[in-house]
């Protein structure tokens, strides 16, 4: 049976499940949520008022046994910056989705009674629609006891917690990961638009689905085959993603002067070697605990860990080179398992690690909180932030409002969405893709930073504007095109360094769907894709004007490098030329 | 005897294994990262080099260092 679209209308708490129009049937992941959000949401609308809608959409090739192919894209327009939003997420909703042949689950309008909150169950005939009083209150991991036990221990589930019940602006939607633990769609506020709905959790039957259908199976076998090799083979995610985790990053950005330490006041951070993949790592085997675990099954790469504390007690999983960076070198605390143990409550709590370790390193710069106090912080996460205190309100309503209600300069957003990791200043194509992408502040939209720091895909000058634009460009196209294929983001570096990565993961597409796609033809795919982006955040109201890097980091330079923001507006918009 | 230079030579990853994080070492003047990474005996077959750093600028095997410089040697490593 061909695949469907599954779309739930809370207003009056119905569901219908139609066939999929001809011109979606070629789209999966972040190309088809774009285009339904783009095609059905009115830019305009209030991205918390009854006329937004979440999107989920699994990759084109996700469900099937291609390596890495775990993804879940979701798409509404963004509370957080008022365009449009595009978020994937690994764990476990995608294989089971496609498998059960949802090709996207469309959620709309606003319940008329919202004294309560909703469960949808989607089975292959049905959406079930219940109210449940009893988990309303209840933070991640509860809502995912309740649900493994009332389903099976394979059941999808994706969930808020109550920072996401009450709308904040720092909240994600966490999905359920392979052992039972949790991944988010982390960026954009989207707790809150599934909290708009008055949704608080949606689980996928993992019971009753069948095998992905394949056109060819013997193409697929053969393609699967070579990139899964090309994946094994790369020494970065054949050898050091899964041997130190996503966190190798920090010395390396540290030593470039790209690592923003106080709240973006410098590029390099005192506390780099006490928090770095090699400590980490380090800690990992003197603890127990593991450096290898997959996201997502069918996961080749294993960047994730589990981290223990000093007595072997779990600390927490899944924990990555932002959220480390955010509160060890932003926000500056420099002991890890005190990071760690707040990555696990920000986890059971369903706040964003980037949006949240961004808005406490520019509260450092108010009376909110000392630099550096990861106790305090913890604190103000577990009361004030779940409990929606005064507080907790103005820490949740993420950096750029923050920065409004305090009256400071120093706020790191474009389009109102904090930035990540990587200081603009210092990788300026990184800094490219911040300004220019229609996701806001984003560092998967564009990962420049392969070629401006770690030498894949040849190596452009971080410090240098030459050839930035052009190279955020072919990143962000290639990126877009990557998000609809339900492939992770770290495919990237085989296919930069590896000529028969990419070949291969479009035969896989071919072999899919019996299509015949080639790589122009990919590559259009991505151009569209940001093109319809686009154009939705123009007519939502962001311009030019909007394409910009703050302030501040075009007048300060950055220590040690004394790099600076030295684009003109013209040679940023130059990047809408294609 | 020849004039020498002092460098601060940092490892990183897996480069760590056995060897060390950071150290001072003195080399003859001239010398280049090619002959520094002679003398620390990486296993280069299994890890090749990702990133070569002098003073947090990217840089090739070729790179003439000069007195004090720091250099950070890299295996390819990758995240986000």
Redesign the interface.
């Known amino acids: 049976m061909s695949d469907k679209i599954y779309r739930v209308d809370m207003s009056n708490l119905t569901y219908k499940i139609e066939d999929v129009p001809q011109e979606w049937l070629g789209l999966g992941g972040r190309g088809l949520t774009s285009t339904v959000v783009a095609a059905e949401v009115d830019p305009e609308c209030h991205p918390l008022g009854p006329n937004n809608k979440m999107v989920f959409a699994p990759g084109l090739l996700s469900g099937t046994s291609a390596a890495n192919s775990g993804r879940t894209s979701l798409g509404a327009k963004s509370p957080l910056t008022g365009g449009i939003k595009e978020s994937n997420v690994g764990g476990t909703s995608a294989g089971i989705m496609a498998k059960l042949g949802v090709k996207a689950l469309i959620i709309e309008g606003i319940p008329k009674d919202d004294s309560t909150f909703y469960h949808l169950h989607v089975t292959k005939e049905k959406v079930e629609i219940e109210a449940v009083p009893e988990l309303v209150g209840k933070d991640n991991f509860a809502v995912l006891d309740a649900m493994m036990e009332k389903y099976s221990k394979k059941v999808a589930v994706m969930s808020i917690g109550r920072p996401g019940e009450q709308k904040m602006l720092i909240s994600n939607i966490s999905v359920k990961d392979p052992k039972g633990k949790l991944r988010s769609h982390g960026r954009g506020g989207l707790g809150a638009v599934m909290g708009s709905k008055k949704i608080k959790c949606i689980t996928i039957d993992a019971e009753n689905y069948k095998e992905t259908h394949l056109a060819d199976p013997e193409k697929f076998k053969e393609a699967s085959k070579i990139f899964t090799k090309a994946l094994q083979e790369?020494?970065?995610?054949g050898?050091?993603?899964p041997?130190?985790?996503?966190?190798?990053?920090v010395?390396?950005i540290n030593?470039?002067?790209g690592l923003p330490s106080h709240n973006f006041r410098s590029g390099s951070s005192e506390n780099a070697?006490n928090i770095c993949?090699?400590t980490m790592a380090e800690n990992i085997k003197n603890r127990g605990g593991s450096t290898t675990h997959g996201c997502h099954a069918g996961c080749v790469i294993q960047?994730s860990q589990t981290y223990n504390d000093k007595e072997g007690n779990y600390l927490a999983s899944g924990f990555e080179?932002e959220m480390i960076w955010a509160f060890g070198a932003n926000f500056g605390i420099s002991d890890l398992d005190q990071i760690a143990k707040i990555d696990n409550l920000m986890d059971d709590l369903g706040v964003d690690a980037i949006e949240t370790g961004v808005t406490f390193g520019v509260a450092a710069d108010t009376d909110l909180i000392e630099y550096g106090d990861g106790e305090r912080a913890y604190e103000i996460l577990k009361n004030d932030v779940a409990n929606g205190t005064p507080i907790g309100r103005i820490i949740g309503g993420g950096a750029g409002n923050l920065g409004k209600l305090y009256g400071l300069v120093r706020v790191p957003v474009v389009k109102n969405q904090s930035i990540p990791a990587y200081e603009p200043r210092a990788v300026k194509g990184q800094g490219i893709t911040y300004v220019t992408t229609p996701m806001g502040a984003d560092?998967?939209a564009g990962?420049a930073?392969?070629t401006n720091?770690?030498?894949?895909g040849g190596?452009i000058?971080?410090?240098q504007k030459e050839g930035q634009v052009e190279l955020s460009r072919n990143l962000q196209i290639a990126s877009a095109a990557v998000d609809s294929t339900g492939m992770c983001?770290?495919v990237a570096?085989p296919a930069l360094d590896d000529p028969k990565c990419l070949p291969a993961l479009i035969d896989m597409i071919n072999a899919r769907f019996g299509a015949n796609l080639t790589g122009d033809d990919v590559t259009n795919l991505g151009k569209n894709i940001l093109k319809i982006e686009h154009e939705f955040n123009l007519k939502a109201g962001l311009g030019k004007a909007d394409d910009r890097i703050p302030e501040f980091m075009k007048y300060e330079t950055l220590p040690?490098?004394d790099a600076i923001w030295d684009f003109t507006n013209e040679e940023i918009d130059e990047f809408w030329n294609f | 005897m020849s004039e020498m230079i002092k460098i601060t030579i940092?490892l990183?990853?897996?480069y760590?294994e056995g060897k060390f994080?950071v150290e001072k070492r003195e080399y003859a003047k001239d010398s280049t990262i090619e002959d520094i990474l002679d003398d620390i005996g990486l296993d280069l077959g299994k890890?090749?080099i990702?990133?070569l750093?002098v003073n947090?600028?990217?840089v090739q095997e070729d790179f003439v260092l000069e007195d004090e410089q720091i250099l950070?040697i890299?295996?390819?490593?990758?995240?986000?």
């Open positions: 790369n020494p970065i995610s050898e050091g993603l041997a130190f985790g996503t966190n190798v990053l010395n390396i030593e470039a002067g070697e993949g090699e960047c080179y560092h998967t990962y930073v392969a720091i770690l030498n894949s190596h000058d971080p410090l983001i770290f570096f040690p490098t | 940092k990183f990853a897996q760590r994080k890890f090749p990702g990133v750093m947090g600028r990217h950070a890299f295996p390819k490593v990758g995240g986000g």
